[in-house]
């Protein structure tokens, strides 16, 4: 008798939980996913995981740092060598997120521009696209491999700047 009264309070409960599985997401598989857009990115970027499934950061896999090498300092040596500058006195942070994959080639980039105080904001235009060119650029990322395996993951890279001149690369 007590189970068959459970039972007629437990259907009700379990007739209302149906989920509609033709229902689209609208949001990405993990948090902070970068889907691949045929306006903005490479064809020719491979990814080597299944479609869309870049989980993984650049700290994940016990590793620590830019995967790089020569590290940050082989990037910063390099970008010395640019004369990437504005003529505008404008101050903020360009933020260039994108994918490595297995293979250590980059792809899928996005870009954020904040002013000093971290609000999104639109900073000078042609040395933006300095700052994305010379990071598109960049060819000596490491593939990155967890478990054995190896992995896609992303990385980014930070371009403090301070009187039209980039001072510092973060991380």
């Not at 033709?22 to 990115?41: F, I, R």
């Not at 904040?114 to 000596?140: A, P, R, V």
Request: proline content about 3%; hydrophobic content about 30%.
């Amino acid at each position: 008798m007590k189970n068959a009264l459970s039972l007629l309070f437990l259907i009700p409960l379990f007739s209302n939980c149906q989920i509609d599985k033709t229902a689209v997401s609208k949001y990405p598989a993990h948090v902070g996913n970068v889907e691949w857009d045929k306006k903005l990115d490479d064809p020719n970027f491979k990814n080597c995981l299944s479609e869309g499934s870049y989980s993984y950061q650049y700290y994940n896999g016990g590793s620590s740092g830019i995967q790089y090498k020569g590290e940050k300092l082989e990037i910063v040596r390099k970008f010395e060598k640019e004369n990437i500058h504005s003529s505008k006195d404008v101050n903020g942070y360009v933020t260039i997120r994108f994918v490595v994959n297995c293979e250590g080639k980059s792809g899928i980039f996005r870009m954020k521009q904040m002013d000093e105080n971290y609000k999104e904001t639109q900073l000078d235009s042609k040395l933006t696209s300095q700052i994305l060119f010379f990071t598109k650029n960049l060819n000596g990322w490491i593939p990155k491999e967890i478990d054995g395996k190896k992995v896609d993951y992303y990385q980014y890279l930070t371009y403090k700047i301070e009187h039209g001149k980039v001072s510092e690369i973060l991380p």
